[in-house]
């Protein structure tokens, strides 16, 4: 009975001492962290590849396949957008859209926008 009660107590006293250093989610918001650019002049001012990104605008146009160019109003920028994402949505280039990626930079080409996430925002 007492090594039962031994290892019992073992247990908890490591699961207490756990969650003491379990982590937290607040995220350092000061100088050196790496935020999230809001409009595209920005992220045409200085592009940081693989950044990500979170935009509200219109798709002004269609230019390829997957690709589109985009506009917050500070600028425009070329999107890809892959077809999955697009599947269900009903979209002109009045409507506005909440886009979420990551920025693209290839060298010699303009930045774009790999979009992972869009919806019509009302």
Do not use: C, W
Not at 37 to 64: C, Y
Not at 68 to 79: A, H, L, P, W
Not at 96 to 114: A, F, M, N
């Amino acid at each position: 009975m007492k090594i039962k009660q031994s290892v019992f107590l073992t247990v908890v006293s490591a699961a207490a001492g756990l969650a003491i250093y379990a982590p937290s989610y607040a995220q350092y918001t000061g100088p050196g962290a790496n935020h999230v650019p809001m409009t595209v002049a920005a992220i045409l001012k200085a592009p940081i590849e693989d950044q990500d990104v979170v935009l509200t605008g219109v798709l002004l146009k269609k230019v390829s396949k997957e690709k589109y160019i985009f506009s917050d109003g500070s600028g425009q920028i070329r999107v890809e957008i892959d077809n999955k994402y697009m599947a269900d949505l009903v979209i002109d280039e009045k409507t506005r859209v909440e886009i979420r990626g990551e920025v693209e930079k290839d060298y010699l080409e303009s930045p774009e926008i790999d979009v992972k996430i869009i919806k019509v925002v009302k």
